[in-house]
DNA sequence: AACTATATTATACAAGTGTGTAATAATTTT
DNA sequence: AAAATTATTACACACTTGTATAATATAGTT
């Protein structure tokens, strides 16, 4: 048995191009499954057998970009972010992800966003944190509460980034944060 | 002229209060225009004569929660956030209005939110924080990621008590929070 | 109390949503 | 290559959405 039926690739990847195309033009808000598969040569019922809602769809999309931001930060696998010492350069992966998919950060930061957005960006950047802190404190439990407390920190200079339309360079950034966290 | 109309208090009032009954039975998501309308015996054109939508009218009763959430917080004036030395009972005011409007802060955090509501209660402990900071610190510019940091991560400690189902208690999350911030 | 302003209603419409069913077509399995 | 599986289609349905228009009712003003 196969993972895929070619069909169901060929639709996901239909369905994809056209609406990465899509929000090229509109907000996400605007865009509605009748013109998604008007587009895209499918029927919407075929939509609704893979996916709830545009939404939850473009979710998944988030998703694969999460992938994406994790393979970013595991490329700094030894580097301690807690470490206020010495500056890694390998540390600006984070924030160099980030810039080259800004357009999606800022469909994730975005005023009509969905929530749910956010929390896959945060769960992320918390399993990051996680093993920075354990890796570096050997002796103490670190509690959730640290870890969720660090993690939305330093989500907050990402927010504070985007807020700024990204002006900042990624190699500020990476001072920025450090400063930050040596506070 | 006067600031609001009686016709208008009076069908506003009607929907705040069906809404909140509503949010009793259901999710934000399936509460529809028509059935909001139904039940509170007002025309959907009247709805849309005052609002957009269903998630953004709720945007407006989360921005009166804010208003009380800014009270709770300037009742204490006086205490410094990050003077971790003394422990001030009076700190426990932020958790306290959270704690009394949990079913509130549910739906913002909750999953099928809007991120809309994520950026209200940031924008009013960045305000906080802010002032706190400037309190503390006479002598250095504090600058808007020093902010975003910090008012972030109080949020991230207030997410980490939303998924563990708000089971610490006020006067242990005022303890985490000291905690934490000495770290 | 009469006049003026405007909020609300009644009604209608084109568009989108989410779901059900049976037929068809493409893919996988044997 | 034939059979079995299942993704996709075509069509239909009740429902919701957002907007338009004219009539009505209710408030504020003089």
Tied chains: 1, 2.
């Excluded at 009748?34 to 029927?43: A, F, K, M, V």
């Excluded at 975005?110 to 957005?117: E, G, K, L, P």
Aim: aromatic share 14%; with cysteine.
């Amino acid at each position: 048995m196969n993972l895929e039926d070619l069909r169901v690739i060929k639709t996901k990847t239909n369905l994809q191009s056209t609406l990465i195309e899509l929000l090229k033009e509109k907000p996400l808000e605007k865009v509605t499954v009748t013109e998604l598969c008007r587009l895209s040569g499918i029927t919407r019922r075929t939509f609704y057998l893979h996916y709830e809602n545009v939404p939850k769809y473009f979710g998944e999309i988030i998703e694969q970009l999460m992938d994406e931001l994790e393979q970013s930060m595991q490329k700094t696998t030894n580097y301690r972010l807690l470490n206020y010492q010495q500056l890694d350069p390998k540390m600006i992966h984070l924030f160099e992800h980030i810039y080259n998919n800004k357009e999606f950060y800022q469909f994730i930061f975005n005023n009509n966003s969905n929530f749910a957005y956010y929390e896959m960006f945060f769960k992320r950047i918390k399993r990051f944190v996680k093993s920075s802190m354990e890796s570096m404190d050997l002796i103490n439990e670190i509690t959730d509460f640290e870890v969720s407390y660090q993690a939305n920190a330093i989500l907050g200079i990402i927010l504070e980034w985007y807020y700024q339309d990204f002006q900042k360079s990624v190699a500020d950034m990476n001072l920025i944060l450090l400063k930050v966290l040596k506070l």
